[in-house]
């Protein structure tokens, strides 16, 4: 019988070993391409025009999140199984309801039970509060005065708290932004819904319209919280009327998202993840607060009807 004869030499071979080794650790320790947050714009009955485009602008692909405008019916059909987080802008926050139907309202509870993410600005947190009968629930707050919702619009100022100032990466204790009509908040109370958290409350007030004084000062302006296996934030003014306050906007969303750093398409490409928002959640679920990159600032913007313009020289389109 012929001898046998190996292929390779001992020391060619210990050689090929040492790179296949080699090369799959360096797979296996390579980290997958982060891809962006998905966020859903209700841009619909009850929403206001300018709200999209200006969230849009917060919320640019360049500091990591992917926008999209969705409608009633998109919602009630299933469209937040893409998402991540789901954003209802200032406009009426009956309307919205009205347009979702009960279908899509129990659509977007259900989302946000699941382990999405909702924030609410000025018409969105009166749709998220439990007050009305029209109300989402989605946070454990009612509305203080509601009978002279129509206040009055114009700059107040609102107090942080520690909590808020480390979300929000803000220098200042006292903040000035736009008020417009949104709701005064305080806690309802309810046994089915975890207590909110209070980030800042308004700190002046407008009384006009027959609306009495020394109601609105006290009041939450932005609130956070959980339902479910998602969480909720919800603006009272409105930040994204600001450019100085866009980040308050994205420290916001990333809470919601419980994601840590999006992916900035300037520093790494981005990969399209099919993977549910739910279940994304909860595998990550557990990681507590986030540290926003936000900038020192003055002003934002707040109106449930968003029935008068601001002055020009302070709004962008």
Not at 109 to 128: D, K, P
Not at 146 to 155: K, L, Q, S, V
Request: proline share 7%; with cysteine; aromatic share 8%.
């Amino acid at each position: 019988m012929p001898a046998f004869k190996p292929r390779f030499a001992p020391a060619a071979l210990l050689l090929a070993i040492e790179f296949f080794f080699l090369t799959q650790h360096a797979e296996a320790k390579a980290p997958a391409a982060a891809r962006p947050i998905r966020v859903a714009i209700y841009d619909d009955t009850g929403g206001s025009v300018k709200g999209p485009p200006n969230l849009e602008r917060c919320l640019s692909a360049a500091e990591g999140f992917k926008t999209e405008r969705v409608t009633a019916a998109d919602i009630r059909g299933g469209a937040l199984d893409r998402f991540d987080v789901v954003i209802h802008p200032g406009g009426s926050g009956s309307k919205q309801a009205a347009a979702l139907e009960a279908s899509g309202c129990h659509a977007v509870r259900q989302f946000v039970e699941q382990g999405g993410g909702f924030v609410g600005i000025c018409a969105g947190s009166y749709l998220a509060s439990a007050h009305y009968p029209w109300s989402l629930g989605l946070i454990d707050a009612r509305v203080v005065d509601r009978e002279h919702w129509a206040r009055g619009t114009g700059d107040v100022q609102i107090l942080l708290t520690p909590a808020a100032r480390e979300i929000f990466a803000a220098a200042e204790e006292e903040v000035t932004i736009y008020y417009g009509q949104g709701p005064l908040l305080a806690p309802a109370g309810r046994d089915d819904i975890p207590d909110y958290q209070l980030l800042a409350s308004y700190e002046t007030e407008i009384a006009e319209k027959g609306a009495p004084h020394g109601v609105m000062q006290g009041t939450t302006a932005i609130a956070r919280g959980t339902f479910g296996n998602g969480r909720v934030f919800c603006f009272s003014p409105h930040p994204e009327k600001t450019p100085e306050l866009d980040p308050y906007v994205r420290a916001a969303v990333l809470w919601v998202a419980n994601a840590a750093t999006p992916a900035r398409t300037d520093q790494q490409s981005v990969a399209t993840d099919p993977t549910s928002s739910r279940v994304r959640s909860a595998r990550t679920r557990g990681a507590e607060g986030i540290r926003a990159g936000a900038a020192r600032g003055l002003g934002g913007r707040c109106r449930p009807a968003c029935s008068r313009p601001r002055p020009a020289a302070r709004r962008r389109a």
